[in-house]
């Protein structure tokens, strides 16, 4: 198989601490420079004809896109250890703490570097300031929501590390590179405890 991904971006960062977790090798790795415009060229549309990574190219030629359906497929390959629940109740948790991450923290995330950093006017044309700055407000409230959730329970989705963790730990990171956002600076110690456990378990 084979992986297409972009190191900094986030979503292939997922698939990338997704396979580290469970252990996962012998998936080339093809790196796409998304500043440059890797991800317009023909040969890329082919496999994503919306032109976004990840994308990973299964073994008999088919291309797999969206962070979740290939954290799906290689779960399925490789069910231990088992990272998005182990029956359907549990399954039905870790997806909504997951989803949560992914479409509130990580959006509202996105959403604010996208409209606001100059170096991503590549990516994002027009930007609107005001726009990203208002994001920007609302990942912070909902990062104080995930640190009294992180008050109550250890991990994201409850009580043992699961893909909510990993989507939530490649949000924050991208949070922390380019809006400099610290949780403990701003009175989060739930939510940077969590974190720091987080890059113990990633180092690098």
Sequence with gaps: ??????????NP??????????GIDGIELVDVDLNSGDQRAGDFLALNPLARVPVLVLDDG????????????LEGLYPEPNLMGVD???RAFIEMADRRMELHLMLEIAQC????????????????????????KKMRATARWLDGELGKQPYVAGERF??????????????RGLM???PGAEGMANLQAWRDRMVERFPG
């Excluded at 609107?128 to 994001?135: L, R, S």
């Excluded at 699961?162 to 949070?175: H, K, N, Y």
């Design 1 to 10: 198989m084979r992986l297409y991904t972009s190191p900094r971006a986030p």
């Design 13 to 22: 960062r997922r698939v990338t601490l997704f396979m580290a977790a469970k």
């Design 62 to 73: 088919r291309a797999l896109s969206e962070t979740r359906a290939i954290c799906t497929y």
């Design 88 to 90: 359907t109740i549990e």
């Design 113 to 136: 570097v996208r409209h606001t950093h100059p170096g991503l006017a590549v990516l994002e044309q027009p930007q609107f300031p005001e726009f990203g700055a208002a994001q920007g």
């Design 162 to 175: 699961t893909i909510a963790d990993i989507t939530a730990f490649c949000a924050l990171e991208f949070a």
């Design 180 to 182: 400099r956002f610290r």
